[in-house]
Each structure stands twice: as C-alpha cells, then as structure tokens.
C-alpha cells in the first residue's frame, strides 16, 4: 500500500519547523529534502516560496552565535505617545536597525541596531538622537546563556532540542565576510544555491559547504535553516522580563534562568544610569496568558521571585527583519581599507523579536 500523499499545508508546516537546524549542506540541498518527503525538488522549492510570500519563513540562512563578528546594540528610548509613529519610522530608516518594538514601559521603544564595527553604530545611534531630540539608553550585551529562536511549531513551544548558546565562537575571518553577508542575506531558492554562494565569493562550491560546517562546529553560526517570523504563525505575544540582580550572582542565576521551560532568550547586559536592570529573558508564545504563565514558572524556578524585574509585553511591531553584521561591511566594501578585519563583538542581538 503506497504512503498517503503529504498535503500541501503539512509540507509547508514540516518544511518550516523540521528544517529549521540542520539544514542540508549538499550541492543540491532542497533534492535531499524532497527524498525524504517524497515528493518533487520543485515542489519543495514552490513551498518554501510560497512561505515566503506568505510571511512565515524570513529567510533560509544562519544565526549568528556570540563573537562571531560585527557589532550590535539593544537600544531604548522614552517616546512620547503623539510622537511614536514618527520617531519610530526615523529609527526604521537608519541603516542596520533590524528590530523595533514598541513595550509596555516609560522607556517604550525598543530596537536593535548592528553594523559592522561599534564606531559606525554610535555615529548612527548619535544621528538617530539627534533627529529625534531624545535620549536612547545603549544596552551592549554582556554574556549570552541563550540565544535562539527555533520553535516547535507542532507543540506551539520552543523547539525542545534547541541548544543554548552559552559559548562563544570564533570569529568570521575578515576573508570570509562575503559569505557571511550570503548567509545574512538568504539561500536563494534555485537547483544548486551554494554554487551561485560560491561564484559570488569568488570560491568553490566544496569550499563554502566546507566553510559553513566548519562556521556552525566551531559556534560562529549558531544554526543554519528556516528562521521562522513567529508572528506570523501564531506566536504573537512575547515579554521582554529584566532583572536587577547582583553582578556577582548574575552568571549563575542566568545560567539557572536559561534552562527554565520556555525561555527562548537569556542574556546579561550592561546596566546603564538610566536603567538598573542587567538581566533579560525572552517568552513567546500564542497568548499572553500563556506566556504570562511561562514567566512566572521560570522565575520561580531559578529562584528570581525576590529580584527587583519587570515584565514588558510587546505591543506592537514596527520592524523585523535580520540583522546585518557582514552584509553591510561587504555592501560598503570600496570604502575600508586594505585588510580590514571586522571587529568581533561579544554577540549577535537576534534579542528583541
């Protein structure tokens, strides 16, 4: 008796939650995926499309892990509220501003901005300040104890293998920054997408097979796959929750924290005069009740309930897209000088979503 045909939606649903770790690094990679499905190459690359167009799938591509390159910072800003729209749209406008939320807090806007090196982003971040007449608090990132973002779109939970991201990795090698801006920018949905990779870098297809299972053993990608926009498949509640804890017990309580049930991000951060916190969590989930619930479990649990926190729901979303450490250096190429390395920073900030 022959199997029973995969449906459209659930191969769109196993081509979206299975594939978003390990994905294939072969010459033909959606031919691999389409074996195991049984059904056509076409047919795979149609569904992913059609995610895309959709809005589910963000892109076929990596996520960064800590050390990896680039720079990054968590930003805030108290926006008055007839002044939102406005300031938010400028904030969108500034190259390499990837997230922007708008939170339950005095401070209300919240974003991420990356770049290829900390001088860039302080000039923006200064240009930003300026045009807007308002203060942002910077919140460079301290240690991560995890950071990713695969869901179990089955369980409507964290995917459970998800691994934590409590090591740095190595560097990109300055040589290697037109692959990484591939890999920022998207695996493009044709027969053999690692040899157009190649031809673009210079490179053979061997070598940037080679290079990103090298990136991902060695911690500099944290995964390679489907990264999935989880507002757009239902998880459209998060909280950002902050802690106020001791820096001396700071590492064990965000190892602790990290563990917990449901936490999708956990990592410390710089205080900042204006802001007492220096400990941050992440939940999504499907409603806020839900992840209301998540929260206060894993507080309990990692024995946070006496710390000064606060819980700040997302309202609102007015950009999401991923970030730009490498693509942006590989952009603005003709403007560094000769054996310009990127400069490491100590994480990627896919933090915010």
Request: aromatic share 8%.
């Amino acid at each position: 008796m022959s199997a029973r045909p995969l449906l459209i939606e659930d191969l769109k649903l196993t081509l979206l939650n299975d594939w978003q770790h390990g994905f294939p690094l072969l010459p033909r990679p959606y031919l691999h995926i389409a074996r195991q499905l049984g059904v056509s190459e076409a047919v795979v690359m149609q569904a992913y499309a059609a995610l895309g167009h959709d809005g589910s799938l963000s892109r076929i591509g990596g996520v960064w892990g800590a050390g990896a390159g680039g720079a990054a910072q968590l930003c805030a800003m108290a926006v008055p509220a007839d002044r939102l729209q406005a300031v938010a749209e400028r904030v969108n406008a500034e190259p390499g501003v990837n997230h922007n939320y708008l939170r339950e807090h005095d401070y209300n806007l919240w974003f991420v901005i990356t770049g290829p090196d900390a001088q860039q982003l302080e000039q923006r971040m200064q240009a930003i300040e300026r045009d807007c007449g308002l203060p942002a608090l910077r919140l460079r990132m301290v240690r991560p104890y995890r950071i990713d973002l695969g869901f179990d779109l089955r369980r409507g939970s964290l995917s459970p293998d998800a691994p934590r991201a409590s090591r740095r990795g190595l560097p990109v090698a300055a040589g290697d920054v037109p692959l990484a801006a591939q890999v920022e920018r998207g695996l493009p949905l044709i027969e053999q997408p690692y040899a157009q990779w190649a031809e673009a870098c210079g490179r053979t297809e061997a070598d940037v097979l080679a290079c990103l299972q090298g990136w991902l053993q060695q911690g500099t990608l944290r995964r390679f796959g489907a990264i999935v926009r989880h507002h757009d498949v239902g998880f459209d509640a998060n909280a950002m929750t902050v802690f106020d804890v001791d820096d001396a017990q700071v590492d064990a309580f965000g190892e602790r924290l990290a563990a917990q049930s449901g936490i999708t991000l956990c990592y410390r951060r710089e205080r900042a005069p204006a802001w007492r916190y220096n400990l941050y969590c992440m939940v999504h989930g499907r409603d806020r009740s839900s992840v209301r619930q998540c929260v206060e479990q894993a507080i309990a649990a990692a024995g946070l309930a006496g710390v000064p926190q606060a819980m700040l729901f997302s309202t609102r979303r007015f950009k999401q897209t991923g970030g730009r450490y490498f693509s942006l250096a590989a952009d603005e190429r003709i403007e560094l000088p000769p054996g310009h390395a990127v400069a490491a920073s100590t994480a990627h900030d896919l933090a915010l979503t």
